[in-house]
Every structure is written in structure tokens, then in C-alpha cells.
């Protein structure tokens, strides 16, 4: 069958390996789309141990089972992975889609979609909340600023690097107001876009960007912190802490009982208020051009159809 494949080396490459065959517990599937995520390519690279023998890359997917249903799949049984024609994955790890649900919206929904509910959910916003969504601009980014509206958010900021992209989504109305960050002095980009002080941030990038969003904060105020991408440490002080509560939060470590629910939740949140993030696609013959891209700044969930 077509695969991709990474190497000991991380080299990323297209191949053919033998399908995979059923076993208890598990079962094959049917790929039709894959999706692409930053912990692909940090997996490719070692940043979870090294990489001791080729593997099929690709951490989700849609496609189907024997019997023709549609679903959802993740964390296939190494060393396949999503992007291959088939793939085999434990029972309790596929779950079914909705009808009405495009393949690339699934897929950006099950962990981009994840990665903003799980911690708005234990920010615990309250009606009328200003909330930030720190690196709004890419698919994580995007739902939490439906979310956090859904949710109870009063006023929703978004904030990036990317100015057109966040103008984009203020025209969308995705955001009340917006921060570009990047410049001389993020702290007074983000006090310039709130009110009176951010009530819940939910930082997407971490590092110095992060720092400046917590001095922009209100007292009482739950900062939720879930990538690394500007860095992977922050500098503050006790001052800036007084009042506020900073949590680091994982959703994708999470027993499979717990992802599903959460999965369940965002599927009926996208049918009820029409969730949706942008999504980039690609043909399988492309998956080097999508490898590629996800390693720039897609700004969006990168999917591959077979």
C-alpha cells in the first residue's frame, strides 16, 4: 500500500510497506483523509526520544471500517500511522463522525478543536469574561474563538503576528477586538485591545509573548497554557502572578474515555453553531509539499485526501 515514511534520520519520504493485518482488540482502516500537526514533526525530530525504526507518520485521520462506517481515528498501532492507505487502530480509539461533517473539519475538530475546549472549559469563564485567545490565527486559535463565545465570553480578543490574518477574523466575527504581537512591546499591544484587564487567556505559544499576556491580565485571572511554539519557558514575577493562577494544560495525554467525551461535545457544538477553522488540503501524491508546509505557518489544519 502508499505511505509516508519517516526514517531514523527524520527524513520524510513517500513508500510502499505491506497493509496492515487485523488483531484483537483493533481494527483496520480504511483511510480516506489524514491530518498533519505540529507534534508530527516534533516527533519526527526526537523531541519524544528518538526515532528508532521507520514509521508511518500522521497522528489522525477519517476513513472506514470493513462495514463501511465513517469514522474518526486516532493514535494508530505503530509503526503505521494516518498517512497510509489503511492503518490499525485500537477499538477504543475510533469513533464515529456525524453526517453533515466535511472529512477536514473532523479532523481539525478531534485535537485542534480539543486542544481550545478542554482548557476553556477548566477556565471556567463567566458570563461576561474578557478572554484572550493568544496565537488565535491557527486552527487551535480559531475554534477557541467560537468557543469561548459559546461558552459565555463577554468580549473575545485575538491576537498573532499576523495582522491581515486577525483582521481577517475580526471581518469573520470571530473577535470583538484585536492585539498584533511580535513588535517592541506586546504588553502594550495587548492593554491597548482589552478593556480592563483580561479576565482568561488561553495562551496557544507560550514564551515571551505569554509574559506579556499575564501583565495584561485582571485580577483573578486564569491563564491556560497548551503549546510552546514562541518558547518553552516564561520568565514572571510574583507580582505578576498575585490574584491569577497560570495552569499548564494536556489534552492529547488524556485517557481515550475522556478524549471521546470531549470529541462528542465539539461534534455537537459544530452541528449546533457551525464550528470551523480553515483547513489547507492536499492530494496524497502532495504530502511532501503538506510535510513542508506544516513546518512553516500553515494557519491552518493541514489535511491530506487519499
Known sequence: MRTANIARDGSFTLAERPAPEARDGHSIV?????????????????FFGPVEA????????VGRLA?????YFGHSLPPFGAMAEQTLVADSEIWPVPAGLEHDQVIAL????????IPLEEARIRPGDEVLILGATGPVGQFALQIARI?????????????????????????????????????????????????VVLDVIYGPPAEAAMRATAPGARMMSIGVQAGSTVTLSLRDLVFRSHVGVGTGQRPATERRAAYD?????????????????FPFSSAAEAWAAQAGSPYGKIVIDF
Open 30 to 46: 480504511i483511510v480516506e483523509a489524514a491530518g498533519i500537526g505540529p507534534t508530527d514533526l516534533m516527533r519526527a525530530k526526537g
Open 54 to 61: 521507520d514509521y508511518v507518520p500522521g497522528g489522525e485521520g
Open 67 to 71: 462495514s463501511g462506517e465513517r469514522v
Open 110 to 117: 478531534a485535537i485542534s478543536g480539543t486542544g481550545a475546549l
Open 151 to 199: 461558552v459565555g465570553a463577554g468580549r473575545v480578543v485575538a491576537a498573532s503576528r499576523n495582522a491581515a490574518k486577525l483582521a481577517a477574523l475580526q471581518e469573520r466575527g470571530l473577535a470583538d477586538a484585536v492585539a498584533v504581537i511580535g513588535g517592541d512591546d506586546d504588553e502594550a499591544a495587548l492593554k491597548a485591545a482589552c478593556k480592563r484587564g483580561f479576565d
Open 265 to 281: 461535545r465539539l461534534m455537537g457544538m459544530a452541528l449546533d453553531h457551525g464550528l470551523r477553522a480553515d483547513t489547507v488540503r
